[in-house]
């Protein structure tokens, strides 16, 4: 194996195609190790700070259960309950944190924050999700998509909805790894700029497509993965109403998947508001990935925390 080259996780813009391949392979192989009963004492003895600004179920389970099977520690940080809380300056809580810990994953609002908090942290930092990002749940999604399908190339991810973290690190995800993305969001829902024009010079790279438009039958056309994700992100809910209104034409249902391959996988990154973005008949149907895709967050990371706390 090579050396991972970066010290935190905070964009998968930031790797290498190789180094989301590494991901990918070493969450491959430790869930297999888990699923023979083979133990994989990767981090011994390593401790994981979680800095939790916004709620979780998924993130906040997977990375402690997944220090945990690779013979670390674990501790849940609120940032209700942190020194954070009550204005302590992340700079200063980065240099006290790195003086305990051998690796941060933190869930907060703003990209810079994080940013910050790697800038003045010795010990690697996870991005566990921003506004702008998501980018463990689009790796472990990645790893999904491969075993579900075997490929990237060639395939189209059709993204349904809101362009939002979910919709800016899949453009990532897939740019990477040359798989085809095309999104779908209403006016006024579109991704942010300068991820678009990120995310293309990737694409380039890469040779995969990006392609963005108000029209979902437009980008679910010919689909091999259908992604959504809810129309209020944490921390929006006040424009929950106006938001359901806007993107109302957005939801995934049997009439727009009629559109998609006939064996196109659904992912969502969940939680999901059933009845708005996704039907019952899509997300419990056989075409359905979503726990697959759940599970896989605890092997993908641990693989990001293997290669980056190692
Ligand atoms: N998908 C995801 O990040 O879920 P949680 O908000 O439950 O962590
Ligand atoms: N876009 C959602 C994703 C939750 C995992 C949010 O930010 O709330």
Redesign the pocket.
């Known amino acids: 194996e090579t050396a991972f080259s970066h010290k935190d996780l905070l964009s998968i813009h930031d790797l290498t195609q190789d180094e989301v391949y590494q991901i990918l392979s070493l969450g491959l192989k430790l869930k297999a190790q888990s699923k023979a009963g083979i133990p994989h004492p990767l981090l011994k003895g390593k401790t994981l700070g979680m800095i939790f600004q ?1 709620s ?1 179920t ?2 906040r389970v997977s990375f402690e259960v997944g220090i945990y099977q690779l013979g670390g520690y674990g501790l849940f940080l609120s940032s209700n309950d942190l020194q954070l809380g009550r204005g302590e300056t992340i700079a200063d809580t980065a240099r006290v944190l790195s003086r305990y810990l051998d690796g941060i994953m933190i869930r907060t609002f703003k990209q810079k924050d994080v940013e910050d908090l790697a800038h003045y942290s010795s010990i690697p930092v996870i991005n566990g ?1 921003t ?1 702008l990002l ?1 980018p463990c ?1 689009v790796l472990s999604d990645l790893l999904t998509v491969y075993e579900k399908k075997q490929r990237f190339s060639g395939l189209k991810l059709a993204f349904i909805g ?1 362009g ?3 919709a800016h690190s899949l453009m990532f995800g897939c740019a990477k790894v040359d798989m085809d993305i095309a999104l779908a969001c209403p006016e006024g829902y579109m991704p942010d700029d300068d991820i678009v024009k990120a995310a293309k010079t990737d694409a380039q790279l890469s040779g995969s497509h990006i392609t963005i438009t108000t029209d979902p039958a437009e980008a679910i056309e010919g689909a091999d993965v259908v992604y959504t ?2 129309w ?5 809910e006040a424009e929950t109403q106006e938001r359901k209104k806007a993107m109302q034409n957005y939801q995934v249902n049997e009439s727009l998947w009629q559109l998609a391959k006939p064996d196109a996988i659904f992912m969502h ?3 999901a508001h059933r009845g708005e973005e996704v039907t019952d008949a899509i997300i419990d149907g056989p075409m359905s990935a979503i726990f697959d895709e759940a599970e896989n967050r605890l092997h993908a990371q641990k693989a990001i925390m293997a290669l980056l706390m190692a």
């Open positions: 916004k979780s998924r993130t999700l506004d998501h749940q809101d939002n973290n979910m994700d809810v209020a992100s944490m921390g929006q990154c969940l939680p």
